[in-house]
């Protein structure tokens, strides 16, 4: 595959050319770009990435960008900063509304894709697959500085495999199985499991009559916790399904005002009407309901996430659902039929499982185990053009 691409990768007269890679990771879809092939981190970095992908433009018809919170994400690969790391990946969440790519977090799902195409790019040293057929990537993901763990199938040849009999909600027919571990990622980017210090907090939003509780947790990605009964009726609180159809844009709205409270309480930005504008992606928000007795999963959960709803469900959240789950004192907990071992979380768009342990002494919890599987599978490779305006040749 490198030799391909980089034979891809020539300029033209009256444009640039990037080497692009689009990749499917989990029930998400990603632009993947090499950190040589890119302006160093900054506004120059952005404005190219924004015009690959044709933001802000709520349609992207004139860049890659798939229009859709799941698939105008990005990717940058580069070699290792840190030791113990294979690759440096940092996940960009690139909107379509604003002239933002927000780093603030980490995505999970794409996450999934950084081991297969750092694997076919040839980017990894002293490459060896062992007894059951997987090669170990260590990926550091810069965003939150965690060192995730992904184990890819691949063939004799070294080359990462697509086909397999694993299935992912949200996502077509099966593919190869990807195990990604999160275990790592405690406090990803608080810096600790719980930001407030407290298994719930009282959140004073405004527009509300009185404070919303809500668990804020960190691992994998900052995510509020909400009681689906605190905003719905009942029968549409124990439906996943039924909640993201709820979810119409003045509720959205609402859940806006109660995010913002809980990314103060965090740490996150100093008020609540700074989070849209400068942390739109993190944190996420999580509506957990009791499933009912002929439901065949553990929690039932509908996640918010750039102020849409989330069609599936984010791997990063997950995380961060299963050990709220499996921690005493959290509204996930309360809502959760297990507690303990490996926790099925009912979405919008199926079951996803995810193996976790949380360690709790009384007063410093901490996730000890976090981990599941995924597939991922590339999609195209050649080249992206931006007029040389964006990025003249001067620049660099």
């Known amino acids: 595959f490198a030799s391909i691409t980089a034979s891809l990768c020539q300029p033209t007269i009256m444009q640039r050319a990037v080497r692009t890679c689009l990749m499917r990771g989990g029930s998400s879809k990603g632009v993947f770009l090499q950190a040589k092939d890119l302006p160093p981190a900054g506004a120059l970095r952005d404005e190219v990435i924004l015009r690959i992908f044709g933001s802000p433009d709520k349609r992207q018809i004139d860049g890659l960008g798939g229009a859709d ?6 990717a940058i690969i580069g070699p290792p900063s840190i030791e113990g790391a294979d690759v440096d990946y940092t996940f960009g969440q690139v909107s379509f509304v604003a002239k933002t790519v927000d780093y603030g977090g980490n995505c999970g799902n794409i996450s999934s894709a950084v081991g297969p195409f750092a694997v076919d790019e040839g980017l990894l040293r002293d ?5 059951s057929g997987r090669v170990t990537v260590r990926i550091h993901n810069t965003n939150t500085g965690a060192i995730l763990q992904a184990e890819v199938p691949v063939n004799e040849q070294l080359e990462a495999e ?6 992912v909600a949200g996502v077509p027919g099966t593919g190869a199985g990807v195990a990604l571990d999160f275990s790592k990622t405690e406090g990803s980017v608080t810096g600790k499991l719980l930001p407030s210090g407290q298994r719930t907090d009282l959140l004073e939003c405004e527009g509300f009559p009185n404070p919303i509780e809500a668990t804020l947790l960190d691992a994998g990605q900052p995510t509020v916790f909400l009681r689906g009964s605190d905003f719905f009726e009942k029968n549409i609180a124990s439906c996943p399904k039924k909640m993201a159809e709820a979810l119409d844009e003045p509720t959205l709205r609402r859940v806006e005002v109660v995010r913002g409270a809980a990314a103060v309480k965090m740490g996150i930005v100093k008020t609540w009407k700074e989070a849209e504008e400068k942390s739109p992606y993190t944190p996420f928000v999580v509506f957990v309901s009791k499933p009912s007795a002929d439901q065949p999963w553990d929690l039932t959960a509908t996640c918010v996430f750039m102020q849409q709803v989330h069609k599936a469900y984010p791997v990063t959240g997950s995380i961060a659902t299963t050990a709220a789950a499996l921690l005493s004192g959290t509204t996930a907990n309360e809502a959760s039929k297990k507690p303990s071992g490996a926790l099925r ?3 919008p768009s ?3 499982e995810v193996d976790g342990a949380v360690e709790d002494d009384g007063k ?6 976090a981990a599941l599987e995924r597939t991922a599978r590339r999609l195209m490779d050649g080249n992206a053009y931006i007029p040389w305006s964006v990025w003249p040749k001067s620049a660099l």
């Open 69 to 74: 919170v799941l698939t105008s994400k990005l």
């Open 127 to 131: 490459l060896k697959r062992d007894a």
């Open 162 to 167: 697509v086909e397999g009999d694993v299935a």
């Open 345 to 347: 979380i009912g979405h």
């Open 350 to 352: 199926g079951i996803m």
């Open 364 to 369: 410093n919890p901490t996730l000890a185990r």
